[in-house]
């Protein structure tokens, strides 16, 4: 990524609170146009948090969020989401009794129907698999069909930012690869921007453009996939036990 | 885990299951002390009875009554055998069919669950529809000495079918646990009573009305209780509902109070009077005057408005609020971050779902002609959320068939004389029905957790159409 890349997404001085417990403090951020950035950190770092926060709930307390030129610190989330943003949250949070076609149709909620059908057809051959699976219960659904569904579900509201929480989150080394492919060559072909939370730090920062690593509500490293990887620290604390 | 697998490789690898079930294989079935055989089921059942005879001997067996100079000792020994041979009966039959038996029916009906085919599902669907359409005739021409009753029951049955229809938006597509649906019932009702009463409006100009103003009172109840789930919000419904009541109680200048409203006007027909003689419906029409006919004009009113309510909760659903709805049942955060207005959903659900508790409680005070706060009690939100819960949540047709069993149910026990033969004159089976409804209940949550009809149907389907295994479509457990 060239640095004169337009910026989509900056976060700036963000601090957000539940109840009185800080959970963000003081977090810059940037993420330009057609990147895909990573953040990584501990558990209970708070990058769910940030996540969250950028769709608008909770709400940061101070600083501000600047999307595509708006600023959208104090929107409704529903609005938010009508701009372009898509998250796939932590957990996935599918619709357990709905069809997967049915939960398809609840990411496409805020979009023009004509697109429907075409939309459709471009997260099947993303995930051939859900299209098998079509008028199963999402409930019923393995693991990695899950995520996959939370995924397309996702993209089915054509999102400009895709916000990707842990898409690897108890799934077998080989579905983790399926998605990261997946996120790749949505990056790659339709120059989709992703924000990816991710435990699985080694396999993050080799997808990503450039990463983050947050610890305790704070960004405390910077740099590009290759460069955080190279980093001692992050080796240390992210990497530890080697190629995961 | 590594450790106690080198001590015994192998003997993880075959599941404890299969163990028990191969060594139960070999064994040869030991008659003489199979816990199954009728023989135990007998002696169990015997003991059962004994048990029983000895502790109800003094409960069932001896009456006191109050004699002068002193108590009166009466034996009961009728009553007291038959109930040793009701559990004795039970008991056995219970045995049989149920504990003592390889193949319990239990368990066939529970894997039965959801066991309605989409084609028996649907034909049910159309049969129902069609005895619906047809049934005032149905009784006139064969029960015509008891028509009157049976298209009253009717009636009532079909007032609750449109109740628990419109409450099950609420709670079976919106997942909002509503305790205090009957305040909508009621501001319809009173409503129509009202608008009557003061300002001299016929049925069907108030029947719109009353149904905007409960759907007013939906939003008013829903803004408050937004952030509210579950039990929290079953509480505050619950709360709202008794308020309703108190205020229609205690506005004495308005509302009469407990006196309660009379005199409320009965439908007209195109402008018809059902009524007898000059100008009614009979003399327009040139036939004889029959007061059974107002009691079919009003079972067809309220069919249409039960229909109504179905057709729409049906399109609604296949409509992308209605799909907001269930999505919001299974998971509002996810909803949020979708980009789904969450209060605008929950407010249309709970504005649209009392609209059409306002229309029929519009319908019940022109059919009653008198109503009261006393008919809006809370036993009337739970009589309501009971059928739309042993229906199945989110079933119509399960709501059709809870109603009948539930409303129905209760008016076959008003027939049911012949039990003072057994259990003495004073017996009133109707005072027991409460006590009825609570076992029915359990018993249809045991068999059937999720209700009667308890799949889901889906709201869409995909453009290539493929036949859909049941394997497929199964529901998920624990949602
Ligand atoms: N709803 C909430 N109420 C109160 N505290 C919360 C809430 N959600 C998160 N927290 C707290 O905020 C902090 C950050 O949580 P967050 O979920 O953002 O962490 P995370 O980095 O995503 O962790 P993980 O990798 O385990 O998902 C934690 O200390 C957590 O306990
Ligand atoms: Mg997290």
Not at chain 1, 193 to 211: D, M, P, S
Not at chain 2, 312 to 321: A, C, N, Y
Request: aromatic content about 10%; glycine content about 10%; charged content about 20%.
């Amino acid at each position: 990524m060239s640095g004169a890349a337009e910026l989509l997404l900056a976060v700036r001085g963000v601090e957000t609170y539940y109840g009185n417990i800080v959970a963000l403090r003081g977090v810059d951020m940037d993420v330009h146009r057609g990147e895909i950035v990573t953040l990584i950190g501990a558990n209970g770092a708070g990058k769910s948090t940030l996540m969250m926060t950028i769709c608008g709930d909770p709400r940061a307390r101070k600083g501000r969020i600047v999307y595509d030129g708006m600023d959208i610190t104090q929107m409704p989330t529903h609005e938010i989401v009508s701009h372009g943003i898509a998250q796939s949250p932590e957990g996935r949070r599918i619709f357990p009794r709905m069809t997967v076609m049915e939960n398809l149709q609840m990411g496409a909620a805020l979009v023009d129907p004509d697109h429907f059908d075409k939309d459709i057809e471009k997260v099947f051959k993303l995930f051939p698999r859900l299209k098998e699976r079509i008028a199963q219960r999402g409930g019923t659904l393995s693991g990695g069909e899950q995520q996959m569904l939370a995924i397309a579900r996702a993209l089915m509201s054509r999102p400009k930012l895709l916000l990707l929480d842990e898409p690897s989150l108890g799934l077998a080394p080989l579905i983790v690869k399926q998605i990261f492919d997946a996120i790749r060559e949505l990056n790659e072909k339709e120059g989709l921007t992703v924000f990816l939370v991710e435990q699985n730090a080694f396999h993050a920062l080799k997808l990503a453009h450039r990463g983050y690593v947050m610890v305790n509500g704070v960004i405390t490293m910077s740099g590009t996939g290759a460069e955080l990887l190279k980093k001692e620290e992050v080796r240390a604390a992210y990497l530890e036990g080697g190629r995961h | 885990m590594a450790a106690s697998n080198t001590n015994a490789p192998t003997s993880d690898v075959t599941p404890v299951g299969a163990q028990a079930e191969a060594e139960a294989h070999r064994l040869p079935p030991a008659p003489a002390n199979n816990p199954h055989s009728l023989a135990a089921s007998v002696r169990d059942a015997a003991i059962a009875a004994f048990l029983a005879g000895v502790l109800g001997f003094f409960f069932i067996g001896v009456r006191t009554d109050i004699a002068p100079g002193g108590l009166d000792l009466r034996m009961r020994w009728g009553a007291w055998i038959v109930s040793i041979l009701v559990v004795f009966a039970g008991r056995l039959l219970l045995n049989i069919f149920v504990w003592k038996t390889d193949k319990p029916i239990t368990r066939r009906v529970k894997t039965g669950s959801g066991g309605m085919s989409e084609t028996v599902s649907k034909t049910l669907k159309y049969a129902l529809l069609a005895f619906a359409l047809i049934l005032p005739f149905f009784f006139t021409t064969f029960f015509p000495g008891k028509d009157r009753q049976f298209i009253d029951l009717a009636i009532l049955i079909m007032t609750y079918i449109m109740l628990g229809w419109g409450l099950n938006i609420v709670v079976g597509l919106a997942g909002l646990l509503d305790l205090g649906y009957v305040a909508f019932y009621a501001v319809g009702a009173y409503s129509f009573a009202l608008l009557a009463q003061y300002l001299d409006f016929g049925f069907w100009l108030a029947l719109p009305l009353a149904g905007l103003l409960a759907a007013t009172w939906g939003m008013i109840l829903g803004f408050p209780v937004l952030r509210l789930r579950g039990d929290y919000l079953a509480i505050v419904t619950l709360a709202f509902g008794e308020i309703i009541r108190v205020v229609l109680l205690n506005w004495y200048e308005f509302t009469k109070g407990p006196d309660g409203i009379s005199g409320i006007p009965k439908p007209t027909f195109f402008g018809l009077e059902l009524k007898r003689g000059e100008g009614g419906f009979a003399d327009f029409f040139g036939i004889a005057y029959d007061p059974i006919h107002r009691f079919i004009f009003l079972y067809y009113i309220i069919l249409a408005l039960a229909l109504i309510t179905n057709l729409v909760t049906m399109r609604l659903r296949r409509l992308p609020i209605g799909r907001a709805w269930e999505a919001l049942r299974e998971d509002e955060i996810a909803c949020r971050s979708l980009g789904i207005n969450t209060r605008n959903t929950k407010l249309t659900a709970f504005a649209i779902g009392a609209m059409f508790g306002g229309f029929a409680g519009s319908f019940f005070a022109t059919r009653q002609g008198f109503i009261s706060p006393e008919s809006f009690t809370f036993l009337e939100s739970a009589i309501i959320l009971a059928i739309v819960v042993l229906g199945g949540l989110g079933s119509q047709i399960g709501v059709v068939i809870a109603s009948v069993v539930m409303i129905g149910g209760i008016e076959l026990l008003r027939n049911l004389g012949f039990l003072q033969q057994v259990f003495g004159s004073g017996f009133d089976p109707v005072q027991y029905r409460m006590l009825i409804f609570g076992l029915a209940m359990v018993l249809i949550m045991v068999w059937k957790p999720r209700g009667l009809v308890s799949t889901r149907e889906p709201s869409a389907v995909y453009k290539e159409k493929k036949r859909i295994g049941a394997d497929m479509v199964a529901q998920g457990e624990g949602h």
